[in-house]
């Protein structure tokens, strides 16, 4: 099982790689199996190819995120971290969107869950 | 199904009510079948009496909670919130806690599970 310290920094490179629009390398934190329902209620893309297409539809509306405050482990396989995404789909404007990530790992420290709590009333207009 | 508002309520509630030792009102937030995994890992308390004493406990332990930052919602029936938890144990020196609570909720709004995540490396003397 991976540490605390091990999930936290893949929910950092996560971060990183979502913002560096470096789609190969975001799901490349994943498992084939993996599960995303973002946000939570929304319906959930489950394998590889529908976390693509997630993820690539992400990157497409230019989200930026920034982890909000200190990540919070678990005793078992599982991390959290809030954030800010600012979402800036392209002749609209910028978004803030206020979110609370909790993900899931295997055994080698990949994502086999991820789960991104925000509703309609945590996004207002970018100041 | 409640509201993300109403959710992000009832999670209030939960804190000032913990705060307050009211046991009973703790109690009275939660479904009779509700689960609580606190921290997520360390095994999961099942039912009335199971989230009683883990209650009881925890208001023993003289834990005093604070909400920071924003709550958050979802599209469904859950809610996240980010948490400084003060545990002042008799006799023993008072600990902050660091820790990211996940609940899920019925259609009457009681909380059917609660998720607290968290880990060793969350936890440090208080200042």
Redesign the interface.
């Known amino acids: 099982m991976p540490s ?2 091990e999930m936290k920094a893949a929910m950092r490179s996560y971060v990183e790689r979502l913002n560096a629009a470096d789609l190969e390398g975001v799901l490349a934190l994943f498992t084939d199996d993996a599960t995303v329902e973002d ?4 319906g959930v893309h489950s394998g590889a190819e529908a976390v693509r297409a997630f993820y690539a539809m992400a990157i497409a509306s230019g989200a930026r995120l920034s982890i ?3 990540q ?11 954030l800010d995404v600012l979402v800036a789909p392209p002749g609209a404007p910028t978004m803030k969107v ?3 990530e ?1 993900m899931r790992f295997n055994e080698a420290g990949k994502i086999v869950e991820m ?1 991104a ?6 996004m207002a207009p970018a100041d």
């Open positions: 605390s310290e946000p939570v209620g929304a909000v405050g200190p919070r482990g678990s005793t078992s396989d599982a991390a959290a971290m809030a206020g979110v609370i909790t789960r709590y925000w509703g309609p009333e945590d």
